[in-house]
């Protein structure tokens, strides 16, 4: 499939590296330049906007930060409204409020252009491994023509109702994620507190009820205290801020999400908004006096 692909970052850079592994003929861009000559030694052709990447594509995706960067790299100036043939389709991946989703499907449906949503789960490691988790929204037959293509980045793509409804699964994705770090965070820190060694917490408990897909991410970095990203707060942040949105416009309460929220926003205040969402602990550690490491315990 000839395909176009914006946006370059953690996540896009090893999604359209997998596409040219699988023999898809790819047109890049990104408004950096580093990761473009990674894509071009790849076998990838070098874009020079969103418009020029899209040109002579059957389907064009974008992987970016927020509904604004979607906004800018599809109805901006060159975007890919510019250059996407009547009769394609358009993969947005970015995670993004689904309200906008809703707005630039409109806006490409004039043109005679399909879009589906498709955010992702599974961070840079399944990135990189070609195992996401895909989330899509759309009409059935566009699901299928994209298919093929989700299946050299991601290990399932599910559709899950009309375009916006994946970018409400990855909201709710986002926000099962953000509580389950807060949970990990208070209870290391309780341990700590107790005279208990958290990195025991998480070898004794990782078997049982409370073990997880989250808990097996987070805490062996977490109890190392190592918070390069990975998923940056401030994206966690930005996703929070959608659901706490999209909750205000659907009448839906969350309580958890938005007190997870202002620690992230304390955390993001101090500077440390580029560090991995498993930071969060921090704030946790700040209000009890302790650090929650593995081999460290307050009172023995
Ligand atoms: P990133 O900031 O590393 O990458 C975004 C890329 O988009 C950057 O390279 C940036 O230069 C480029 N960009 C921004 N505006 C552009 C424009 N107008 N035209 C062309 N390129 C543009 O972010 P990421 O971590 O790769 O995340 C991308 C999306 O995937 C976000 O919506 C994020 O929430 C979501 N996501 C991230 C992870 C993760 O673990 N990092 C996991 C799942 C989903």
């Not at 979607?70 to 947005?92: F, K, N, Q, S, T």
């Not at 004039?110 to 759309?138: F, Q, R």
């Not at 507190?193 to 917490?201: I, Q």
């Amino acid at each position: 499939v000839k395909i176009g692909f914006i946006g370059l970052g953690i996540m896009g850079k090893p999604m359209a590296l997998n596409l040219a592994k699988a023999g898809h003929a790819l047109r890049v861009y990104d408004v950096r330049p580093e990761p473009i000559g990674v894509l071009a030694a790849a076998g990838a052709a070098a874009a020079a906007s969103p418009a020029d990447a899209a040109r002579g594509a059957e389907l064009v995706i974008t992987m970016v930060q927020n509904s604004p960067q979607v906004r800018e790299a599809v109805l901006g100036p060159a975007g890919v409204a510019e250059g996407i043939a009547p009769g394609a389709l358009y993969v947005d991946m970015s995670s993004i409020a689904p309200a906008a989703s809703r707005e630039i499907a409109a806006a490409l449906a004039a043109k005679g252009v399909a879009m589906l949503d498709a955010p992702v789960s599974g961070g840079e490691p399944k990135a990189v491994a070609g195992t996401l988790a895909i989330m899509a929204g759309g009409a059935p037959e566009d699901f299928e023509r994209a298919k093929p293509v989700f299946a050299a980045m991601g290990s399932s793509a599910v559709l899950c109702g009309g375009v916006g409804a994946g970018n409400v699964v990855k909201l709710a994705n986002q926000v099962i994620v953000a509580v389950n770090i807060a949970a990990m965070s208070e209870a290391f820190v309780l341990a700590a507190k107790a005279g208990v060694d958290p990195g025991r917490v998480y070898d004794a408990i990782k078997g049982g009820l409370a073990g997880s897909a989250v808990l097996d991410a987070k805490a062996p970095k977490v109890l190392a205290g190592d918070y390069r990203p990975g998923f940056r707060i401030d994206l966690h942040i930005k996703d929070l801020k959608n659901a706490l949105e999209t909750a205000r416009d659907s009448g839906a309460p969350l309580p958890l999400a938005a007190s997870v929220l202002e620690m992230m926003e304390a955390l993001s205040a101090e500077g440390k908004g580029a560090e991995d969402h498993g930071g969060l602990i921090q704030r946790y550690e700040r209000l009890g006096g302790v650090l929650a490491r593995a081999g460290r315990a307050e009172r023995a």
